[in-house]
């Protein structure tokens, strides 16, 4: 049993009641670790070590560049425990060892990323209407950061938060979710020979309520980052009434891939597989609707049903695997009745929809693909997280729009065809905060990404993740020889 704690001010560390929970492997069914439930008292004691970290002590005294060379080495640290990481993340959360190993290593490369950013934050000398005055502009850190991540890519959607926050001189309380802590406990001892100063960098496990919820409201919290689904966004805005913090939202999707007739046929299909059976279909950017165009439709659902049937599932640790297990019992029971609905409601089963044979211990689905005759299907509206594609037919590019931006959602778009002015206006059309052209599903720490709609607010990667996490101080120096004037005499 693999036995982690909690990471505050410097020191690992048990809950304060001496709570633990446990983890679960998807791929067996058993339980494998157990992780502290952080108490409210845990969280405050987090917060509060935060705080005196953002404003005591080494941090706030280092230079930019000396902040620059601490993610460097985190970044270096991060690179050599990448096999290690990868392996935990696979265990806790089932996603395939394959992905999750190469991710850890990539996540050094956002670290390095905004190690660079470090001593490149800067403001603005204004040009400003009046005589006699220098004006400038600073970026300043924001504050306290509480980040939530949930259970899918905790390595990376830690990076995507601790990376920026860390750049620009804030200081971070961040939280797993209870479905997967290990990840994140492991990092911890990745965070302490870094070397940062106590208080910078604390990693909690708990449960929404009360650890979520307490993080989120503590009152000396100045910025919440959240990657999670929309219903817990709600809490979370909610919460932030008690301290005004601004919240950056990563919330799910409902993703259109759209394939138009001259497409190239092998990437398509390979953006849809991708798009939908990469990481089980537990992926924010699920390109989960695949609309078709009429002249290829047919051969184009022969083809990923064809696709679909190869892919190797089991277990997520072993080399040949290509799809792993669901994260959660409760997960795989809400995808089979959304398939059972939907296929009530019209929808033609092409393969899938069951559980494989021979997988009984852990919480395994086939991958699914449905033929929906429109989005009245359930499928088609709500976000599954699961390995289900729903594949919808269209006619012309005005339709194939349309249907694609009806939906609250607005995270990803694949587009794929081979003329270059549709390539224009359809990713100009489409309401999303990514839009991938004769490809899915990449990413890279230079390229913001985010969503519209009940898909978030906020950008994280990018220069834009620096946005989030600075605010602006406007400087104003009187340059005159003269005192500053009498307010009643109006010149
Ligand atoms: P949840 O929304 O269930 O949980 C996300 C995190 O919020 C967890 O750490 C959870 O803790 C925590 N939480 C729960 N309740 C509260 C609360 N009241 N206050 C504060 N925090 C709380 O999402 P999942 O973990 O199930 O993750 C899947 C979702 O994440 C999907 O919707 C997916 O699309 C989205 N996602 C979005 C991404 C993006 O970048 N846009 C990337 C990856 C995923 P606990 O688990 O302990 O309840």
Redo the contacts with the bound molecule.
């Keep these: 049993m693999n036995e982690y704690q909690l990471y505050i001010d410097g020191e690992f560390c048990e809950a304060s009641d001496g709570n633990r929970f446990e983890s679960t492997n998807p791929a067996t069914g058993e339980v494998w670790a157990t992780a502290p439930g952080a108490t409210e008292a845990d969280v405050d004691r987090a917060v509060r070590a935060a705080k005196r970290a953002l404003t005591e002590g080494d941090w706030p005294a280092l230079t930019a560049t000396q902040r620059g060379r601490l993610l460097y080495r985190l970044a270096d640290l991060v690179a050599e425990a990448a096999h290690d990481l990868g392996s935990i993340e696979t265990t806790d959360s089932g996603k395939l060892a394959a992905e999750t190993r190469a991710q850890s290593a990539y996540v050094a490369d956002y670290y390095r990323y905004f190690a660079g950013l470090a001593d490149k934050i800067q403001g603005d000398t204004l040009p400003i209407d009046k005589p006699d005055l220098h004006v400038f502009t600073t970026r300043e850190p924001v504050g306290v950061v509480a980040a939530?991540?949930?259970?899918?890519?905790e390595m990376f959607?830690t990076a995507t938060k601790v990376g920026p926050a860390l750049a620009a001189g804030n200081t971070v309380v961040i939280?797993?979710?209870?479905?997967a802590p290990a990840p994140l406990l492991a990092f911890a001892r990745v965070i302490d020979e870094v070397g940062f100063p106590p208080g910078v960098v604390n990693l909690i496990t708990?449960?929404?309520?009360p650890?979520?919820?307490a993080?989120?409201s503590h009152p000396m919290v100045d910025k919440v980052a959240?990657?999670?689904?929309?219903?817990?966004?709600r809490?979370?805005v909610a919460?932030t009434v008690h301290n005004l913090a601004p919240v950056t939202l990563?919330?799910?999707?409902k993703s259109p891939i759209l394939v138009f007739d001259d497409a190239d046929f092998e990437g398509a299909v390979n953006g849809a597989i991708a798009g939908n059976f990469g990481a089980s279909g537990q992926?924010?950017?699920a390109g989960s609707r695949v609309f078709v165009q009429s002249g290829i439709h047919d051969e184009f659902v022969a083809e990923v049903v064809r696709r679909a049937e190869q892919i190797r599932i089991g277990d997520p640790l072993a080399d040949d695997t290509q799809m792993g297990p669901l994260a959660t019992v409760a997960q795989r029971d809400r995808i089979e009745d959304v398939v059972a609905e939907s296929t009530a409601q019209g929808a033609t089963l092409h393969t899938g929809g069951r559980r494989p044979e021979g997988l009984d211990d852990g919480w395994y689905y086939q991958p699914t693909v449905l033929g929906c005759p429109d989005q009245d299907v359930r499928s088609t509206r709500v976000?599954l997280?699961g390995p289900v594609m729903s594949v919808l037919r269209f006619d012309t590019e005005d339709e194939a729009v349309t249907m694609a931006n009806d939906t609250e959602f607005g995270?990803g778009a694949g587009v794929f065809t081979r003329d270059v002015s549709r390539v224009h206006r359809v990713s100009r059309a489409i309401r999303s905060g990514i839009v991938w052209v004769n490809t899915y599903r990449a990413v890279s720490p230079i390229a913001p990404?985010?969503?519209f709609g009940d898909?978030?607010s906020g950008r994280?990667a990018g220069m834009d993740a620096i946005h989030e996490f600075t605010t602006t101080k406007t400087v104003w120096i009187n340059t005159s020889t003269e005192p500053m004037a009498n307010p009643f005499t109006i010149r």
Aim: with cysteine; aromatic share 10%.
């Design positions: 939530i991540v949930p259970w899918n890519a959607l939280k797993a979710s209870e479905v708990g449960f929404g309520e650890c979520g919820r993080l989120t959240f990657t999670g689904g929309v219903e817990t966004a809490h979370v919460n990563e919330l799910g999707g992926s924010c950017v976000e997280f995270l990404f985010g969503g898909s978030g994280e």
